[in-house]
């Protein structure tokens, strides 16, 4: 009994061992090549605004936003969804090679690559959330202390649609949506992969799913917005339905598949 535990222990270390080898170092380039992008390029457009000065200067959310800099933010989490989803997809790849051979349910990889994924994801949440505190400071150093309040920064992330979406205060369910989408999001690239290595194509709906995610992500506060659903912008509910019914359509596929492992064992 003692050996079959430390063998599925040791199994499932080898599976983030593999994970880490194809994902840890993109995704850490990407996300602090979106921080450092994102922060030279607010740089730029402060400067040209202060040497451009027309006696009106913007709203620390309206120079962000204005200027389309949380475009780069969603070009990194294209980039990181798409290093997600080619982890073990390809049934002939060495690493989908790997993974077959491990002594470790189908189940188990799904779980343990939706935790990598869903934990890739929140780190790269997080890099954003810095990368505006970051921001903020360039704007002070550029345009100086008297350009803000105590209550500059709190009111950009209640003001800004993006930044609301990165920080939604005073709405738990909002938080407690953006906790739930990095989860699901972790879960869809892993079951990319699980159907990828019987086969199967399901690439058009997981970048459905990330794709709206993005779309959808930008979020008016919701006591500000008459469409709202539990305080959230009633878009946010959309994306959380449809969410979950992609988590329960792959629950079943994989449960499907548990059951013919049995049959056939």
Known sequence: MKKKTYSTFGAGCAVFELFNRIALLPMLLITVGSVLLQSVAFWAVCVVTRNNDTGILDAFEVALE???????????????SWIFTRMGSNAASKSAYTLCRLSISEKTIVFLQSLYGALGYFLYWMAQLGAVLLMYQIYIHVFGASAVTSQSLALAFWRGTYLHGLLPLS????VALNFFITAELGFATACHGFHQR?????????????FWTGLYFPRHPGLQDRSVILGMDYRSVVLAILLLCFVLFDLYAISNNDSDEEEIT
Do not use: Y
């Open 66 to 80: 204005g200027h389309g800099i949380p475009i780069l933010a969603g070009v990194g989490f294209i980039g990181i």
């Open 171 to 174: 709405e738990p369910f909002s």
């Open 198 to 210: 019987r086969g199967k194509k399901q690439s058009s709906k997981v970048w459905l799913m990330i």
